[in-house]
């Protein structure tokens, strides 16, 4: 199947921030297999990320507040994406800044690059003060940064939508009309977790993002809104943890899926997720539509 030019093997992708930049999963499963990886986000510089704690786990969840830690972009330049070059899978990279001038130049760094066969901008991150979700939650900022990028890259333009707005579908729109070719969606709800012996936030920076089953339901209803509101394609993200969840979101519109939290829980989640999608267009042939 192709999603605005990428080949994909399958449907099933591994979520930014998730599934590091591969190296870390490559001992326990076959990174051929998948349909892309996403790149945990890279910005210009390096960044050393919030105060710990930086994870949580709530019911049929996770809160995260890592701040983008990552080592910068001429660290992964050097280090990582030749890692990622010796798989037949494409490699998605997932870019985040604090300007649009960072994002625009990040996208023209990576556009030399042939292993990378997609950008996808994070303009959704909860976690950080400059940037990330402040860009998302405005359409005319998520148009400026949309547009610096496409502007900077010939690579298939990824926008990876926050649901932390009341209609996602203006969001959306925004990015579709800046040159966006594909809509990724969703991205963490803000969320915030108590101590109560300590009277204190369980995270570092007082809030976080949730993922993971228990915003599933919110993920393929803003999935279906999207669809139905947009021409380009939409991969569909949220609490995917088996083949059943993902059609729930093939089902609601879209054309590909990232798995995230679930790769912490098992790391071969996406693997079974693909060999469960796959069951199901066996037992409903004409159900899903993959061309
Ligand atoms: C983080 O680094 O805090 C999470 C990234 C994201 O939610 O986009």
Redesign the pocket.
């Known amino acids: 199947m192709e999603l605005a030019g990428i080949k994909l093997k399958n449907p099933v992708m591994v979520a ?2 998730t599934f590091g930049w591969g190296r870390e999963y490559s001992d326990y499963l076959d990174l051929n297999k998948l349909g892309a990886i996403v790149t945990k ?1 890279i910005t210009l510089k390096p960044r050393e ?2 105060p710990p704690p930086r994870i949580v786990e709530t019911p049929s969840g996770m809160l ?6 990552n080592e910068g972009i001429e660290h992964f330049l050097k280090e990582d994406l030749p890692f990622l070059a010796k798989f037949d899978t494409p490699t998605i990279v997932n870019i ?1 800044g604090e300007s649009v001038e960072e994002y625009a130049e990040l996208a023209k760094r990576l556009s030399k690059e042939t292993t990378v066969k997609g950008i996808e901008v ?1 303009i ?5 003060k400059k940037g ?1 979700m402040a860009f998302g939650c405005d359409p005319k900022l998520t148009k400026e940064v949309i547009a610096a990028v496409r502007k900077a890259t010939t690579q298939p333009v990824i926008a990876k939508l926050t649901p932390n707005v009341t209609d996602i579908t203006v969001t959306a729109k925004a990015a579709a009309e800046a040159g966006a070719d594909v809509l990724s969606l969703i ?2 709800i803000v969320g915030m977790s108590i101590d109560i012996e300590t009277g204190k936030s369980r995270l570092g920076s007082l809030t976080g ?1 949730l993922s993971g089953p228990a915003i599933r339901p919110i993920a393929v209803r803003m999935v279906y809104e999207v669809t139905h509101a947009v021409k380009i394609p939409v991969i569909g993200i949220g609490g995917i943890m088996s083949g059943s969840d993902a059609v729930e979101f093939f089902l609601a519109g879209a054309k590909a899926i990232q798995v995230g939290t679930a790769n912490f829980v098992d790391t071969e989640a996406a693997i079974k997720i693909i060999k469960e999608i796959d069951d199901y267009v066996h037992r409903y042939p004409r159900a899903l539509n993959f061309s």
């Open positions: 930014s921030g986000s990320g919030n995260n507040s890592i701040g983008l830690q985040a994070n959704s991150c909860p976690n950080v990330g991205n963490t993002g």
